[in-house]
């Protein structure tokens, strides 16, 4: 069975800094694509950052300069650092794993709640 494990969600005050941590489990991680997406009340889901097997990055607009994503396959994990977080940042941060073709799927986390306070 496949698990994304999130963690590090908590309540920071703005510019403030967490990382994210997503442990994977039951499946061979190195070849997988992981990203990080994020839902605030009210909104859709958005891709927040995103990293390849070979460590090739992308991360949305606004979080750009402040978010680094990182993945060590060693240790079948994928981190989310943000730095000088702001209110609007505030949401739950789900990891998500994809595998590519000729199998690919998709697997999801259970979220981990990240609140910025002013």
């Known amino acids: 069975q496949v698990r994304l494990m999130e963690s590090g969600g908590e309540m ?10 997503c442990v994977v489990s039951g499946i061979i991680f190195r070849g997988l694509v992981m990203g990080w997406y994020r839902q605030a009340p009210g909104n859709q889901r958005e891709l927040v950052a995103s990293i390849t097997s070979d ?37 739950v941060y789900y990891c998500n794993a994809k595998k590519v073709p000729p199998f690919p799927n998709e697997y999801w986390g259970k979220g981990a709640q990240v609140t910025v306070s002013t």
């Open 12 to 21: 920071v005050e703005a510019g403030g800094s967490l990382r994210l941590s």
């Open 55 to 91: 460590s090739s990055t992308k991360y949305a607009d606004n979080v750009k300069g402040r978010f680094t994503i990182s993945r060590d396959s060693s240790r079948n994990t994928v981190w989310l650092q943000m730095n000088t977080l702001k209110p609007e940042d505030t949401g």
